[in-house]
């Protein structure tokens, strides 16, 4: 399953989160199915991404690459160096999506020009940002000649960002899931509701979960060590979840981040 972005391209609903990880664990995610990979400059595992797409032996136009502008890049005004950068980490010529990593204070409108020059050099062939707020978005619009393809930011049922995704509908921005599980720092797995539909469709809380984005048509990066759940987190398109179950979840919602608040990050 797939989603279109505003420039016609289709990305798959589901990929796969490398934060931390090395090469094995990116070949045996490459092994298990996933074709998206999501990365960043910041990780600093990109070129562990590139060797493990080399070592699968599969061709690179096989896969869709995400990887991201650092803080210090915005606040350097070193875009353009530290894309090439990225790119000869990964051992190609172009990226799928490029995003600004979060929203630096002064720096988050003239960090988007930078991108839309690279966009039009067909080096990134979608672009975005990650952790974007509405009123970000309402500064940006102000300068913008390119709409944004894809705003990622944390997104699970305790917390849902519904305003938000919203507000990305009307402007034609797909939405993305990081730390779409709580990050293992939340008790989600241990919700009674969620337990209860995956026993209703035969499924883990993790799939539940991950169906609830897809089924919303939010695209998700899971991220996971363990082959097994690797496996696991792609077998989640034999079922769908009626209304009634997503407005149930979506019920769950507390506001809760497992990750820093793009209202006030200090890093």
Same mark, same amino acid.
């Given at each position: 399953?797939?989603?279109?972005?505003?420039?016609?391209?289709?990305?798959?609903?589901?990929?796969?989160?490398?934060?931390?990880?090395?090469?094995?664990?990116?070949?045996?995610?490459?092994?298990?199915?996933?074709?998206?990979?999501?990365?960043?400059? /910041?990780?600093?595992? &990109?070129?562990?991404?590139?060797?493990?797409?080399?070592? *699968?032996?599969?061709?690179? +136009?096989?896969? @869709? !690459?995400?990887?991201?502008?650092?803080?210090?890049?915005?606040?350097?005004?070193?875009?353009?160096?530290?894309?090439?950068?990225?790119?000869?980490?990964?051992?190609?010529?172009?990226?799928?999506?490029?995003?600004?990593?979060?929203?630096?204070?002064?720096?988050?409108?003239?960090?988007?020009?930078?991108?839309?020059?690279?966009?039009?050099?067909?080096?990134?062939?979608?672009?975005?940002?990650?952790?974007?707020?509405?009123?970000?978005?309402?500064?940006?619009?102000?300068?913008?000649?390119?709409?944004?393809?894809?705003?990622?930011?944390?997104?699970?049922?305790?917390?849902?960002?519904?305003?938000?995704?919203?507000?990305?509908?009307?402007? /034609?921005?797909?939405? &993305?899931?990081?730390?779409?599980?709580?990050?293992?720092? *939340?008790?989600?797995?241990? +919700?009674?509701? @969620? !337990?209860?539909?995956?026993?209703?469709?035969?499924?883990?809380?993790?799939?539940?979960?991950?169906?609830?984005?897809?089924?919303?048509?939010?695209?998700?990066?899971?991220?996971?060590?363990?082959?097994?759940?690797?496996?696991?987190?792609?077998?989640?398109?034999?079922?769908?979840?009626?209304?009634?179950?997503?407005?149930?979840?979506?019920?769950?919602?507390?506001?809760?981040?497992?990750?820093?608040?793009?209202?006030?990050?200090?890093?």
């Amino acid at each position: 399953m797939n989603v279109k972005l505003n420039n016609g391209l289709e990305f798959p609903l589901i990929g796969f989160g490398t934060y931390g990880l090395g090469t094995a664990e990116i070949k045996s995610a490459i092994d298990a199915g996933y074709r998206r990979i999501d990365t960043a400059h /910041g990780y600093g595992n &990109e070129q562990n991404v590139g060797e493990a797409i080399k070592l *699968s032996g599969i061709p690179r +136009e096989e896969f @869709i !690459i995400t990887t991201k502008a650092t803080n210090g890049a915005l606040r350097e005004d070193s875009i353009p160096a530290e894309f090439e950068k990225s790119l000869a980490n990964l051992g190609t010529d172009y990226v799928d999506l490029y995003l600004i990593h979060w929203p630096v204070k002064e720096k988050y409108v003239s960090a988007w020009l930078e991108l839309e020059k690279i966009y039009k050099t067909g080096k990134a062939k979608a672009i975005g940002f990650s952790n974007y707020q509405t009123y970000h978005l309402d500064e940006l619009q102000k300068a913008w000649t390119i709409t944004p393809m894809v705003n990622q930011v944390e997104l699970h049922p305790y917390l849902t960002q519904k305003p938000l995704i919203e507000y990305c509908k009307k402007l /034609g921005i797909a939405m &993305e899931a990081w730390s779409p599980l709580g990050a293992g720092k *939340s008790t989600l797995f241990d +919700e009674p509701l @969620i !337990i209860d539909i995956g026993k209703k469709y035969n499924k883990t809380p993790s799939q539940i979960i991950l169906r609830w984005d897809i089924d919303q048509g939010i695209m998700t990066i899971p991220k996971s060590s363990n082959p097994a759940r690797m496996k696991s987190n792609l077998q989640i398109f034999d079922v769908t979840l009626t209304s009634e179950e997503i407005y149930a979840i979506d019920s769950l919602n507390k506001n809760l981040r497992t990750g820093p608040d793009p209202d006030n990050f200090t890093f």
